[in-house]
């Protein structure tokens, strides 16, 4: 059994009030629309979960499906409280991308976080908003739109890193710096990281759908409708930068084809004019050594008046070659 993570619990009052707690001394009774309850669980024991379940009588959900992080983001209603699923997306300290699925259980005045290990909106969202807040004016749906808002941002900023990579590669290739081996293992890693972000996002569609349409009562009974409406925008925006980011990994493949093709074609140049001198050379040696008489060539200097004009040829081509820039 995993090790029981400490429990965070954190009450915002709207007069700026906000306090952090502990799990025992959570009353529901006191809790007012004045009032909003985040706690947040950093890891997935049953024992915890159990005891924060019961101490907000939510019992109604089955454990099972909370403990199982490799299900599609989805969205279960029940009585006075619904439950949700997302996957973000985390940065290791090395910019690979990691997988960081977290369950939202939202009730009135009530939200419930869990999830394995640090997530890092999340503890921006505490940083940034250390000392008296406002965020007691909120009812739970704001608040849980302010986190799915930061759940995008995750994915937008997994592909700057990408984005990043990708430029840096379009330079080298550029320059004409890019190693064959190496470039093509750089290009595996982005497509395989660009595969895992369309794979982990694309399933959030029904949740963001299902959270904008009026018939989902907690939102439509919100002042928060508008803010799930622009979510599922700023959804297809994060979709739209999804497939932007993918093509761009794949043009890579064709800016390198054409830097290749590029030079094959000047070594074919150089290898054709390569081949024209020494042909036209043949041709002089060839003319020289038929069967006839030329006092100028009926001695030694000959030999090297044949080797002046071959040289002199040689060079003759190479500078107009070089001025026409066939080489």
Known sequence: MKKSPDIQVYLYNAKGQDEKLDLEDVKLSKLGDDRLLWINIPGRNEETIDRVFKKLKVEKVPLESVLNIGERPKLDKFEDFYRFFIVSVELKKDKDLKRAPIDFLVGKNFVITIHDGDVGYFDEFREREKGETQIGELDAESFVATFLDLHIVSYFRALEIIESKVDKLD?????????????????????????????????????????????????????????????????????????????????????????????????????????????????????????????????????????????????????????????
Do not use: C
Request: charged share 25%.
């Open 171 to 327: 330079e080298d290739i550029l320059k004409e710096k890019a190693n064959e081996s190496e470039f093509l293992s750089h290009v595996v890693i982005l497509r395989a990281d660009i595969a895992k972000l369309r794979r982990w996002f694309l399933p959030h569609r029904d949740l963001f759908y299902a959270l904008s349409r009026p018939d989902f009562l907690p939102v439509a009974k919100s002042d928060s409708t508008e803010d799930f409406k622009m979510l599922a925008v700023h959804f297809e925006n994060a979709v739209d930068a999804i497939e932007s980011g993918r093509d761009t990994v794949l043009s890579l493949f064709d800016l390198y084809a054409s830097k290749s093709a590029e030079r094959m074609n000047k070594i074919v140049q150089r290898l054709t004019f390569v081949t024209v001198i020494m042909g036209s050379l043949g041709v002089i040696a060839g003319t020289l050594g038929m069967n006839f008489k030329w006092q100028a060539f009926e001695s030694e200097t000959g030999f090297w008046i044949t080797i002046i004009m071959m040289s002199f040829l040689t060079i003759a081509l190479t500078i107009i070659a070089r001025w026409r820039s066939w080489i």
